[in-house]
């Protein structure tokens, strides 16, 4: 049987890789851009990558992955909710900044009070 695989992403080149999980023996390298050999970020399996050219999705995507948010599967399915527009990320910016709540836990809030 296959290992499982994850994804992982390239911020510059807006690329998603899929390549097997870290701690598999000779998968624990870091792991680079096979175009411009700057480090990637593992995301998690439930990653589904946007369009190379949609570059506000990217934006956010850089967003969420900077604040420590990834995309792993949880027991009940996917990863939860993410937010896909720039003007989603910064109303929650804006409801942390008010609350004191973490920046990675208010992006990952489905609904704001």
């Known amino acids: 049987m296959a290992h499982g695989k994850t994804s992982y992403v390239c911020l510059p080149c807006r690329a998603s890789y899929k390549q097997p ?10 792991r680079v851009c096979p175009r411009c050999a700057e480090p990637l970020i593992h995301v998690g399996s439930a990653f589904a990558a946007p369009k190379r050219r949609d570059t506000a999705a990217w934006r956010t995507l850089s967003v ?11 027991c009940c399915g ?3 909710y993410r937010p896909r527009t ?5 109303e929650r910016m804006a409801y942390a900044r ?15 009070p």
């Open 21 to 30: 999980y870290p701690g598999s023996g000779y998968h624990d390298r870091d």
């Open 86 to 90: 720039l003007s989603e990320v910064r």
């Open 78 to 80: 996917g990863p939860g």
């Open 64 to 74: 969420l992955l900077h604040a420590g948010v990834r995309f792993h599967k949880s």
């Open 98 to 112: 008010t609350t004191g709540e973490p920046f990675a836990q208010a992006l990952v809030r489905r609904d704001l």
